[in-house]
């Protein structure tokens, strides 16, 4: 498969690429890594995405060429004359928003690659392994396969952002020998440092989004003897704080440092409905839960959208609970520790 997928992008002149809605550092940064290491090659690429690039990987050169799709008669053309759509980090039309149906329209080959379970049957051609790390994972395999010199330090950036992000700055379970070495190469080929990087990512916190930290974690419970906690985040709370939603990235992770939690899920209401972000340890998976609400993702880290309103998602997705996980108690609220209290007022800001 790895050959006839760089056999059609070694044969391809215009190539679009695209990621999921919300990008997150995975998506963007296996996006314009790609790009840049075509564009070398003398290719024609457009970087097109449902959703603009969040302002905490706006520092990853190249991703201000990502073009935000508005139905104009230039982005049109582009998707439709392509000869290669290349779509990272997804694998489902519904998660690629508004342009879905341009990319599936597109006379040019549909190319995947990613590493996300059960992938929908119309791609042409696929480089996908559900144990990678990362899609950028992915990607420099391909790319060391057609040409390691490739990867120069812009390349190198976006790669290792992709992958820092994907496995929690190398922290998760997906994280392995042979990771460590590819990331050596690509650090090898930038400029800048993994605290470069990590900071850039990571440390640009807004004021409002510690005070949207504090409200969300004022609404944390937990379930099932302590073994689910939850949290969410509501309208008002955004308007009340006037933190983007993309501020939250990352607050579903604070659940899981509590003793006992195994599950986690924050819910974010949004005009059309509930965002559903699913996170789980080791062998509780999550993805068949999410797959149940028109979602998917990992066994441990999905996601999904319903149409319904918060409170309606809430019930339902905890109702839902025992058909998904190995849950031998009747639901019942916990209440933190006085420890637990303490660390999660401190992460909230006061």
Do not use: C
């Amino acid at each position: 498969m790895v050959a006839d997928l760089l056999k059609i992008l070694k044969d391809a002149n215009r190539i679009v690429i695209s990621t999921h809605t919300r990008p997150d550092g995975d998506a963007i940064g296996s996006q314009v890594a790609l790009g840049h290491f075509l564009r070398a090659k003398g290719k024609e690429v457009w970087m097109i995405n449902a959703d603009p690039v969040p302002y905490n990987l706006e520092w990853i050169r190249g991703s201000s060429d990502v073009r935000v799709y508005d139905h104009s008669l230039e982005l049109v053309q582009a998707i439709a004359s392509a000869d290669a759509v290349v779509i990272v980090d997804t694998n489902a039309l519904n998660r690629l928003g508004k342009p879905g149906n341009q990319f599936i329209g597109s006379g040019g080959k549909k190319v995947l690659i990613d590493h996300h379970t059960d992938p929908e049957d119309w791609f042409d051609v696929s480089h996908r392994r559900e144990t990678a790390s990362s899609t950028g994972e992915l990607l420099y395999e391909l790319m060391a396969a057609w040409d390691l010199d490739g990867i120069t330090s812009d390349v190198a950036a976006a790669l290792y952002a992709a992958i820092m992000t994907d496995t929690g700055s190398f922290r998760f379970s997906n994280v392995s020998p042979a990771l460590h070495r590819m990331t050596a190469v690509l650090l090898e080929r930038t400029e800048l440092t993994p605290a470069d990087m990590h900071s850039l990512v990571y440390d640009r916190k807004s004021a409002e989004g510690m005070r949207l930290m504090a409200a969300v974690l004022s609404s944390l419970q937990l379930h099932f003897e302590g073994v689910v906690g939850t949290m969410q985040v509501t309208r008002k709370m955004l308007a009340d704080t006037g933190a983007p939603v993309e501020e939250t990235d990352g607050f579903v992770n604070m659940l899981l440092t509590i003793e006992g939690v195994q599950v986690a899920l924050i819910m974010t209401e949004t005009a059309k409905g509930t965002k559903i972000s699913f996170r789980s340890k080791g062998g509780w998976e999550v993805h068949k839960w999410a797959q149940s609400m028109g979602g998917g993702g990992h066994r441990n880290a999905s996601g999904a959208f319903v149409q319904d309103s918060l409170d309606n998602t809430f019930t339902s997705v905890l109702a839902s609970a025992p058909d998904f996980l190995n849950l031998d108690q009747p639901e019942s609220s916990s209440e933190l520790s006085a420890e637990d209290a303490d660390y999660l007022a401190m992460l909230g800001g006061g």
